[in-house]
């Protein structure tokens, strides 16, 4: 069982391009999350979905989109990298229970440096 | 929001007790405390997580008093694996999923 599984682990882009990070879990979570952890900052929220074919933004949206065609998988995209978005990028996962708060699952983060 | 403030860091011996206090004054009636455990080049794992009172699981306690303004998570008899790096997250993923607020995050190192 695999869990949350980012892609790339690694990757150094150039001012102005664009990417797009993936993210895919296989625990058949309702719920996924884009965040971006920077030093001294924790983490940040920055576009969530609560279903297949929903997004909402979080706490940091602005130079991000998201899309969430299917269940198993929320992408995270770029399309103008900035330098001020080198960050380290985390995915996560959660449940939906009704009357219950479920813990979120997380990926071993995405390393994006935008020179 | 729930703003949190942590302590930055601090430092143990194996076998103490260490207990690391999360402030969230302004926690919103529908809002959970969240506590997640962090190493280096790994997502966050998640520890414990409660509402009111005390929350007790196979690794830690959560206690949380009753105006629910700060939470403090207990570990008991660390050992030098428990370094890392400790969050805790304050909000409602269902009714408030945009406004998850993490705290900055408590660095604790545990010596022999």
């Known amino acids: 069982n695999a869990g949350v599984t980012q892609t790339p682990k690694f990757r150094v882009l150039k001012t102005g391009q664009s990417m797009t990070l993936l993210c895919a879990q296989d625990?058949?979570?309702?719920?996924m999350y884009w965040y971006r952890q920077d030093p001294g900052m924790g983490l940040r929220l920055i576009h969530y979905s609560v279903g297949e074919g929903t997004t909402a933004k979080g706490e940091v949206p602005d130079g991000y989109n998201v899309s969430r065609l299917k269940k198993q998988n929320f992408l995270l995209g770029l399309e103008s990298a900035a330098p001020s978005q080198t960050s380290v990028y985390f995915c996560?996962?959660?449940?939906?229970?009704?009357?219950?708060?479920?813990?979120?699952?997380f990926g071993d983060g995405t390393r994006l440096s935008i020179l | 929001l729930a703003k949190t403030t942590q302590p930055i860091s601090m430092d143990s011996y194996e076998g103490q007790e260490v207990n690391i206090t999360c402030s969230h004054n302004?926690?919103?009636?529908?809002?959970?405390i969240t506590w997640y455990q962090q190493f280096p080049s790994q997502g966050p794992r998640f520890i414990i997580q409660g509402y009111k009172t005390k929350v007790t699981n196979e690794v830690a306690s959560l206690f949380i008093p009753a105006d629910r303004k700060s939470s403090t998570l207990s570990l008991p008899r660390v050992s030098l694996s428990d370094t890392a790096v400790y969050y805790c997250l304050v909000g409602d993923v269902y009714n408030q999923g945009g406004k998850l607020i993490f705290g900055q995050g408590t660095e604790l190192s545990v010596k022999p």
């Open positions: 996560a996962s959660s449940n939906r229970r009704t009357g219950d708060n479920q813990p979120q699952h």
């Open positions: 625990m058949n979570h309702e719920y």
């Open positions: 302004n926690i919103a009636t529908n809002d959970y």
